[in-house]
């Protein structure tokens, strides 16, 4: 899949993208990678944002972090790295401190835990939105549309009625899933 564009031109532009990110994105900030490094800035394809991303889920940590990491590797190797950390990473640290410190003792208020919860629904809602505009790039992936399909009906119904594990879930979908994707991927 070819890029669309070279990808930011310093490191500088990097940091402030994540920093921007990490700012408009409270609760949710793959939603806003997303129209930002792909639609906003064409930096990357649609098609190479969704490829990262599935193997940014599969590592352990942050999807959004991984995803950035490999990104910034790509376009500065360790420098971009360091970009994009610190660029995602730094105020929004700073600011999460601060409100932690507030709502530990603001949490028996009706309004900060009203506030809070209502925060989860939204990032919820913007997890949910991300993965109907990525939805597309599925016609081009090689498992098919059925298969993935069915994987993410079967992954809502083991975590959200079931109630599996994290664990349970990696395991007894996600590896049936890798295995799929690797038979029907082309050999080189």
Do not use: Y
Request: glycine share 10%.
């Amino acid at each position: 899949v070819s890029e669309p564009a070279a990808g930011p031109a310093s490191t500088l532009a990097l940091f402030r993208a994540c920093n921007g990110l990490a700012l408009q994105g409270f609760g949710g900030v793959l939603p806003v990678a997303q129209r930002e490094l792909v639609d906003r800035r064409a930096w990357v394809s649609r098609e190479r944002f969704l490829e990262l991303l599935s193997l940014a889920q599969v590592l352990p940590g942050p999807s959004v972090i991984n995803l950035l990491i490999m990104l910034g590797h790509g376009w500065f190797g360790w420098r971009g790295v360091v970009a994009a950390m610190t660029g995602i990473l730094l105020v929004p640290l700073v600011l999460v401190l601060t409100l932690a410190a507030l709502a530990a003792h603001g949490r028996q208020l009706p309004l900060v835990d009203g506030a809070l919860r209502g925060m989860g629904v939204v990032a919820a809602a913007l997890v949910l939105s991300t993965a109907i505009k990525l939805a597309p790039a599925l016609r081009a992936n090689p498992m098919g549309q059925v298969p993935v399909i069915a994987l993410v009906l079967l992954t809502a119904v083991a975590v959200g009625w079931l109630r599996w594990p994290l664990v349970a879930v990696v395991l007894g979908l996600g590896l049936p899933a890798c295995a799929l994707a690797a038979r029907r991927l082309p050999r080189p």
